[in-house]
C-alpha cells in the first residue's frame, strides 16, 4: 500500500498541470471504516478498485459519507460479481479447462449496479447525486 502511494505521488509531481495548481491534494492510507478525518472536512474522496475488498462495506460508506464536506464529492472503482465470472471463464480456457475457484478473487461481489447504488444510499448518499459508469 506505502509503495501506491508513493507512486501516486510521483506521478502527481510528474504531471506539470496538477502539479501546478493551487488545489491541496492529501494522499492518506487510513482503515475505510475509521478515517481520522473531522467530520464535513474533505472535498473529495477516492477509493480505487477496493470496495470489494473492504469486510464492512455498509460501515465503511457511512464514514465516507461522514468526512465528505456537503456538496462533496464521492469516487470509486469497483468490480460488479460478473467481472469474476468472466476473468474465471477465461482463465479455465487458459487453464486448458481446468476451473478457477472464482471466490478468491475478491472479498465480496457486488451482483448489480442496482445493489451498489442502494448501499450508497443507506450510507446517506443523494440519490440524484449517484452517477454510476
Known sequence: PDSMLTE???RIRADS???SSS???DLVRCDVGNIPMKTDSID???AGAAMHCWPEIEASL???HRVIV???RYFATTFLGNYFTNVARAETLGNGGTEVETSMQAFQY????EYLIDLLLDAGFEREKISLE
Do not use: D, M, V, Y
Open 70 to 72: 456537503p456538496g462533496g
Open 44 to 46: 473529495a474522496f477516492h
Open 23 to 25: 488545489t491541496k491534494l
Open 17 to 19: 498541470e496538477i502539479a
Open 110 to 113: 457486488f451482483p448489480s449496479e
Open 62 to 64: 457511512k464514514e465516507i
Open 8 to 10: 501516486a505521488r510521483r
